[in-house]
């Protein structure tokens, strides 16, 4: 009995000392900035420093400047993310709006989670559907192109409720489309080539023609475009266009008219070109087209027999006669070697759509 009473009494002497250390401590932390390492020696009612640690107390007098520099890098970084973020989002806005004040509709002020949002909206409203013909080209460029207006507005923080006392107003920019309909008019689009050719022992070339011309075969009624990119056209990649030109018919009276109707070209304008011995431009990847003064003798021979040797070649090889001006179709796998030039087929990243007639009429 006696000895647990002693115990009890040397615990309670022992928190008591614990408890007075650890407010000694506690008062120290706060009255004192710790930079240097000391040993501390712990007597009743005091902490007595007893000596200093001299190799750790050079150590942390080293690191101190280089965390002071490490300090001032970062608050440098710190202030010029902060620019650059500032910079970003005024370039992020102007960059569009200069494009929308020329016309140049665009999506491109929308963050990337925000224009998904638009995109996938505009498709359901408009019940829009993607064959497998468009699938190298982005959603984004064909709902972009299903832009007919937008518009900036500014309202002034006076005509909404504002908790920002700094933010003097908003800007709003609206934009509209126009949907196609799911049963609309289906028309062929072509885009025409013109080629210099030999007229009355000269070479000229046909100019005024249009760029892009289109056809509706049920009635006959067409389009044209002289300069697709001024209606906001973009026929290369899909066939939109934010303003459709006139309607019209094919008529015998126009240049166009008679070309397709192998006519007498008594409406159409020309221009000169310097002379050359023959022009040769390719259409798609296994279509040419060529124009001489005069009929051409040429070789249609396997390419791989081509590369042996000549003498073979000759051998097996077919001749045939071209018109002075003609489409010709390079077979794969045969190679066309004509006076002074050869085809070939080649891969073209762009196909060219014609009327065979505007190139064989002469």
């Known amino acids: 009995m006696g000895l647990s009473i002693a115990n009890s009494i040397q615990m309670l002497n022992l928190q008591e000392q614990v408890e007075m250390v650890e ?27 007893a000596e200093q ?29 902060e620019r650059l973020h500032i910079n970003f989002q005024r370039s992020f806005i102007y960059l569009p709006i200069t494009q929308i ?24 409203q408009g019940n829009l559907t993607f064959n497998a013909h468009h699938g190298s080209i982005p959603i984004v460029e064909f709902i972009t192109k299903l832009l007919v207006l937008q518009q900036i507005d500014f309202i002034p923080s006076s005509q909404y409720e504002n908790q920002n006392p700094q933010e003097i107003g908003r800007i709003v920019i609206a934009s509209f489309f126009a949907v196609p309909q799911q049963e609309q008019t289906s028309f062929h689009v072509y885009k025409l080539l013109t080629m210099p050719y030999l007229h009355k022992n000269q070479t000229i070339q046909l ?41 019209r018919t094919i008529s015998k009276d126009s240049c166009l008219g008679q ?20 022009f040769v431009r390719q259409l798609t990847d296994n279509i040419w087209v060529t124009s001489s003064p005069e009929s051409l003798h040429y070789l249609k021979i396997p390419k791989i027999e081509y590369r042996s040797s000549n003498h073979e070649t000759l051998k097996i090889s077919q001749q045939i006669i071209l018109p002075p001006v003609a489409l010709v179709n390079v077979t794969p796998g045969y190679t066309i070697l004509c006076p002074g030039f050869t085809l070939v087929m080649i891969r073209t990243a762009e196909e060219n759509f014609l009327q065979p007639h505007s190139l064989l009429h002469v």
């Open 23 to 49: 407010n000694t401590l506690s008062e120290l932390s706060k009255t004192t900035q710790i930079d240097e390492v000391k040993l501390a020696k712990i007597q009743p009612n005091q902490i007595k420093i």
């Open 101 to 124: 004040f020329r016309n140049q509709l665009t999506l491109n002020f929308l963050s990337p989670d925000d224009l998904q949002k638009v995109v996938y909206h505009v498709i359901e």
């Open 207 to 247: 100019s005024h023609i249009p760029r892009y011309w289109a056809i509706n075969p049920t009635d006959n009624t067409t389009m044209e475009w002289h300069d697709p990119e001024e209606s906001g056209c973009n026929l290369q990649l899909m066939t939109s266009c934010r303003d459709s030109p006139p309607l």
């Open 53 to 81: 640690l001299q190799v750790t107390q050079h150590a942390i007098n080293d690191i101190i400047p280089v965390l002071d520099s490490h300090s001032q890098a970062l608050n440098t970084l710190k202030t010029g993310i």
């Open 259 to 278: 070309i397709i109707g192998s006519l007498p070209l008594s409406n159409c304008h020309a221009k000169y070109v310097s002379h050359s011995r023959v």
